[in-house]
């Protein structure tokens, strides 16, 4: 079994949010930002459980937007980005979807927190995109690292 701690260089030194993923290497030193409730926490963690056990193709999972930078209001979502080596599958990216609609919608949530996955195959073009989230968002999960 192998652990994950969260984080965001912003958050250095305060509290870690450790995440268990059987069979699988995680991310180095990635802790989330304390501003997140336990809610939020709780709801990254399981995704980045789902995210593991889809298979070698998705290579990252990151938070973005308003909840990344620390702005967000009361009812903002979660944005979160999947990164897919390769090309389009339509099927992983359904399987991906429905990880975050479990999470979102299936116990303890129970459609508690609004959660938006932004899926971002590698050969679809979207380097511009993918350079604004890597620039703005916090690594919660990455395979092989």
């Keep these: 079994m192998s652990y994950m701690t969260l984080r965001s260089a912003a958050t250095a030194g305060r509290r870690a949010v450790l995440v268990r993923v059987p069979g699988r290497r995680q991310a180095r030193g990635a802790r989330l930002p304390a501003h997140l409730s336990d809610t939020e926490s709780m709801a990254l963690r399981a995704l980045a459980a789902r995210m593991a056990s889809l298979g070698g193709r998705v290579r990252e999972m990151r938070l973005f937007g308003s909840r990344a930078r620390g702005v967000a209001h009361p009812h903002s979502d979660l944005d979160v980005a999947v990164r897919v080596r390769g090309r389009r599958d339509a099927a992983l990216e359904r399987a991906i979807v429905m990880a975050f609609a479990d999470v979102e919608w299936g116990p303890p949530l129970e459609g508690a927190l609004r959660l938006s ?5 590698e050969d679809a073009g979207r380097a ?18």
Excluded: D, Q, S, Y
């Design 117 to 121: 996955p932004f899926v971002i195959f």
């Design 128 to 145: 511009a995109v993918m350079a604004n989230i890597e620039r703005e968002g916090i690594t919660l999960w990455k395979a092989g690292a």
